[in-house]
């Protein structure tokens, strides 16, 4: 579990396909200080898991079923990504329970760079409007932002300290983000689901 708030830009340093997995080596400094082997990062969103490390890298492996539903595919040597530990116990939740569950990829549409902040606006196909609301949350390559509009697109406010402490200033429009919905909506939108597939035929045998 981590909260969307981003500790770290790292630099891919290796990424290479060895059989069916994808073996990749991140360059970092800070978050290494107490990395164990098997703890989970997120990178730029994605939950992976630190296979072996040392002090200015680590090492993690990337299944086929992350690769089909991430961006990985498409980076490469000096990619620069968002990098954040999972969160402990003690942890003060800064931004909102983000898990590191990739749900889909959104376009960039447009990108205003003002004095000290950046908008950033996001091309918001049909089928994924009734997982946002407006002030709501949303992880955009890890990094927990709130929705300050809604309409064709998603348009979010970043303020000076996000711009930055994170990789946000690489992108530009048409360039593609990991996004993952608000995992509390993500259930309440479910169990609404659920609820109006209810029949009364349903609710009889339920009894």
């Not at 909260?3 to 290479?16: A, H, R, Y």
């Not at 968002?82 to 939740?93: G, M």
């Not at 993952?180 to 609404?192: A, C, H, R, T, V």
Request: charged share 20%; proline share 2%.
């Amino acid at each position: 579990m981590f909260t969307g708030i981003i500790e770290e830009v790292g630099k891919i340093n290796q990424i290479k396909k060895q059989g069916d997995t994808t073996f990749m080596t991140i360059g970092c400094s800070l978050i290494t200080e107490d990395m164990h082997i098997g703890d989970s990062i997120s990178v730029n969103g994605v939950c992976l898991t630190v296979t072996s490390f040392t002090e200015s890298s680590f090492d993690v492996d990337i299944v086929e079923g992350t690769s089909a539903v991430t961006l990985f595919k498409s980076m490469k040597h000096g990619t620069r990504v968002n990098l954040e530990r999972a969160l402990l116990p003690t942890t003060r939740l800064g931004g909102h329970f983000v898990s590191g569950h990739v749900d889909t990829h959104l376009v960039i549409d447009n990108i205003r760079h003002l004095q000290k902040t950046m908008v950033v606006r996001l091309r918001l196909p049909n089928a994924f409007r009734s997982n946002v609301i407006p002030k709501g949350s949303i992880a955009v390559n890890g990094i927990s932002l709130t929705i300050f509009k809604l309409d064709t697109c998603i348009e979010l406010h970043i303020i000076p300290e996000t711009v930055r402490s994170t990789m946000l200033t690489d992108l530009k429009a048409g360039d593609k983000v990991h996004i993952e919905f608000d995992m509390l909506g993500k259930y309440i939108l479910n169990s609404q689901k659920e609820a109006s597939a209810l029949t009364l035929s349903k609710l009889e045998m339920m009894l």
